[in-house]
Structure formats: structure tokens, C-alpha cells
């Protein structure tokens, strides 16, 4: 049985189909999720003021850089946020947004552009770029995803080693099928607001890598978002 490790390994035809699924739900959900998305947008602008939406700089597919969008959940200045940490910045309005996953629903947006898929390793700050080992940096042989095998497996509540072996997994394993999986036990997820913040942490610990070479330290309050 071949291996599959790369996206090359792939069939076109199923990559199209992907792509195309990606294109299509995403543009449903924003059509249908209109009014949610104009509600939200006016109750963060009423709640926290402008930007109602946070942009960062995220590690796509073959490592090219992109801007991801979502709803703003912490006070703050944009992506430039005043020193603390996430426990003294996210609102009580975030901690709903974020528990609701409503917070994620510009990212359609990223999915139609074709930055992203529906499905795939959540994507990182390009701050975390030269803090993978190469095998961990396989992770961005795909699209990354609004959801993935992480994100199913207990989110923000695994280490950072169950994070990368869940990615790894689904870069070695997938399929349209797997995709399918991955959906339905998101719907379940959100539901249950599964995984929503890391032990010991309002949002998500950073990552301060296993490369040799790290250029940043670890800085309180820039965990992923």
C-alpha cells in the first residue's frame, strides 16, 4: 500500500473536490450566516470598541504567509495588544465568542480565498516559523484548516507534541473521507465547547518550539488565538 506523505501523492480529482466543497460551504455559510456575522460585529464594535475584527499574520500552505481574520475576543489595540496576558484581555463577551466558536466565522472568508481549507492543522504565527524541527514543519504541506484532527482530539487541551502528531496524521492520511469525520465531530465539539482553553491558561499556551535555534522568547499572553 503506498504511502501517503506528501500532497503530491494525491489525486488531483480529490484535491479538486476538496477545493471545491471548501469553496461552495464556505460560501453558504457566509450567505446564510450573514445576519450572525453583522449581530456579532456590532455587539464586539458596542463591547470593545474598533477593530471589530482581529488580523494576524498565520503560516499557510508551503509556508507562504497570509492574513487570517476573526472576530475580536480580547481588548486591545488589533494584533499590537497591550502587555498582559489573556486571562486580564479576554472579555466576557470573547470567552462566549470563543466557547461558541463564533469567533471563527470570518475565516470563511480566508476558506473562499483559498487560504485555507475547511479542514487541516489550525494555522500558527509566522512568529512561530523557525521554532519547528523540519518534521514538524510538514504540518504546512496542506492547507490549514478552520477545523482538524487536533481540534477533534481535545484542542487546546493536548501538548504540543499531541498536536503535532495529530497534524502529521492527517498530512500522512488524508482523504475526503477523513475530512467528512472531521466535520461531523467538529459539529459535536462545538456543541459540547470541547477543548475551548489549555490547562492552566484562558486561551492556548504558546508554543516555544524543539528547533535548535529559537529567536523569540516566550512571552505571556501570545499564545494562539
Do not use: C
Not at 475580536?72 to 489573556?86: K, Q
Not at 479576554?90 to 469567533?103: F, N, Q, Y
Not at 481535545?154 to 497534524?167: P, T
Not at 456543541?191 to 524543539?210: D, K, M, N, V, Y
Amino acid at each position: 500500500m503506498e504511502h501517503l506523505s506528501t500532497p503530491r501523492s494525491r489525486t488531483d480529482g480529490n484535491a479538486a473536490v476538496k477545493r471545491g466543497v471548501d469553496v461552495v460551504v464556505a460560501l453558504t455559510a457566509l450567505l446564510v450566516t450573514a445576519p450572525v456575522l453583522a449581530a456579532v460585529a456590532v455587539a464586539v464594535l458596542i463591547g470593545l470598541g474598533r477593530p471589530v475584527l482581529f488580523r494576524q499574520r498565520r503560516i499557510g500552505r508551503y509556508g507562504q504567509e497570509f492574513t487570517i481574520l476573526k472576530f475580536r475576543s480580547m481588548t486591545g489595540d488589533g494584533d499590537a495588544f497591550s502587555p498582559g496576558d489573556d486571562q486580564a484581555r479576554l472579555t466576557p463577551l470573547g470567552r462566549w465568542l470563543r466557547a461558541t466558536s463564533l469567533d471563527e466565522l470570518p475565516s470563511l472568508w480566508n476558506i473562499l480565498r483559498g487560504d485555507m481549507s475547511l479542514v487541516g492543522p489550525r494555522p500558527f504565527p509566522t512568529s512561530y516559523r523557525n521554532r519547528y524541527t523540519p518534521e514538524q514543519f510538514r504540518r504546512h504541506d496542506v492547507r490549514p484548516g478552520l477545523t482538524g484532527l487536533a481540534q477533534v482530539n481535545g484542542r487546546n487541551e493536548l501538548d504540543w507534541a499531541e498536536r503535532f502528531a495529530h497534524d502529521l496524521r492527517y498530512v500522512d492520511t488524508w482523504s475526503l473521507r477523513l475530512d467528512a469525520r472531521i466535520l461531523v465531530r467538529t459539529a459535536v465539539a462545538v456543541l459540547r465547547r470541547q477543548g475551548i482553553s489549555a490547562p492552566g491558561a484562558a486561551t492556548a499556551h504558546e508554543f516555544r518550539g524543539t528547533a535548535p535555534e529559537r529567536p523569540e522568547p516566550a512571552t505571556a499572553g501570545r499564545g494562539i488565538r
